[in-house]
């Protein structure tokens, strides 16, 4: 696979913490938004998504928040692990058109 | 893993010759997306497109095109490569344009000399 040397924000964790990856976006007509996951050499893998009509949704482990208000996006990770190690894109999608459009990534380090 | 893939997976090429990337699925997803990655930058939308046929610009689309004759394959082209064209180039697959769940390929690392 491929990968790229990312200059990214980075958020180091200790292993068993909870991680908060945040992202702010930009396009106030963006109705829904999706957290992705990129580990070294792979391409990004959806994590978790949520519509504009909701606060909050839960997944296995991870848990996204919206605000709307601030046009903020959070993603939580509970009981970081050494697996979760890996880039976290946000990105956002607005119902009127299919383009995807993907944030600049947070680098996710975790300490042992 | 869904059936993407991308070929060249790396190639070496000098400013001013065209190239072309390749992206096959075996999805039959109606969605196809090309993405580049760069440092700083994150994922840019390239181009997409939304069927046989149809395909729309997206963020960073100058110097870039696509065709996609076919759902399985979707092609981008690059007619006559800059090095600022130097990037990894990444192509997704959706079943569907309003949901955000796209599967990506491996990738294609293009350095342009």
């Known amino acids: 696979g491929e990968s790229v040397g990312l200059h990214l924000p980075t958020l180091s964790v200790q292993e068993g913490d909870n991680s908060i990856i945040n992202c702010a976006y930009s396009n106030s007509a963006s109705d829904y938004f999706i957290w992705y996951k990129q580990e070294s050499g792979k391409g990004p893998q959806f994590i978790i998504d949520?519509?504009?009509?909701?606060d909050k949704r839960q997944g296995q482990r991870v848990t996204v928040l919206l605000n709307k208000t601030v046009k903020h996006l959070s993603l939580q990770i509970a009981a970081t692990q050494p697996g979760d190690s890996a880039v976290y894109f946000c990105a956002e999608n607005s119902n009127r058109d299919d383009k995807i459009i993907f944030g600049k990534g947070t680098r996710l380090h975790i300490l042992p | 893993d869904a059936g993407i893939t991308q070929s060249p997976r790396h190639k070496v090429t000098e400013t001013g010759t065209p190239v072309t990337l390749r992206c096959h699925q075996t999805e039959n997803h109606r969605y196809m997306y090309w993405y580049r990655q760069d440092p700083g930058h994150g994922l840019r939308l390239i181009h997409y497109s939304y069927g046989v046929k149809d395909t729309d610009k997206g963020e960073v689309s100058d110097g870039y095109s696509v065709s996609r004759s076919k759902t399985e394959d979707f092609l981008l082209t690059l007619e006559s490569a800059t090095s600022s064209q130097t990037s990894v180039y990444f192509c997704a697959i959706s079943d569907a344009g309003d949901t955000g769940e796209l599967f990506f390929g491996e990738g294609s690392r293009l350095t342009v000399l």
């Open positions: 949520i519509r504009s009509n909701m």
